[in-house]
Nanobody, 116 residues
Framework: QVRLVESGGGLVQAGGSLRLSCTAS????????VGWYRQAPGKQRELVAA???????NYADSVKGRFTISRDNAKNTVYLQMNNLKADDTAVYYC??????????WGQGTLVTVSA
C-alpha cells in the first residue's frame, strides 16, 4: 500500500519562504510522477507543480519563478521550495504520486498560511 507523509507547512509572512516535503513508502518511488496540488477555501484543487521520472517539471503559471519542485529518489522524497510567498498561496497543499499505470495516491495535506 502506497503511503505519503507530508511536512513543512505553517504560517509565514508574505515574501517569506517555506519548503514542503513528502516521503513515500510502499512504492518504487523512482518510476512515478510526483507532484503538489493545493486547495484554497471555496476553490477547486489545482496542480501547483509536478516532476516526472525523467525529471521533467511543469508548474502552474501562478507559481512560475517562485516555486521549485525537486525529488530525491534515494530518500523517496519530493520537495516543494516556495519563495516570495503571497497571500494567494494560502491553501492546503497535497502531495500526489502517480504510477506509470496512472494509479494515484494522495497525502493527507499540509496547511500553508501566508499573512499579508
Amino acid at each position: 500500500q502506497v503511503r505519503l507523509v507530508e511536512s513543512g507547512g505553517g504560517l509565514v509572512q508574505a515574501g517569506g519562504s517555506l519548503r514542503l516535503s513528502c516521503t513515500a513508502s510502499g512504492t518504487i518511488f523512482s518510476i512515478n510522477t510526483v507532484g503538489w496540488y493545493r486547495q484554497a477555501p471555496g476553490k477547486q484543487r489545482e496542480l501547483v507543480a509536478a516532476i516526472t521520472r525523467d525529471y521533467n517539471r511543469n508548474y502552474a503559471d501562478s507559481v512560475k519563478g517562485r516555486f521549485t519542485i525537486s525529488r530525491d529518489n534515494a530518500k523517496n522524497t519530493v520537495y516543494l521550495q516556495m519563495n516570495n510567498l503571497k497571500a494567494d498561496d494560502t491553501a492546503v497543499y497535497y502531495c500526489n504520486i502517480k504510477s506509470p499505470t496512472s494509479r494515484e495516491t494522495w497525502g493527507q495535506g499540509t496547511l500553508v498560511t501566508v499573512s499579508a
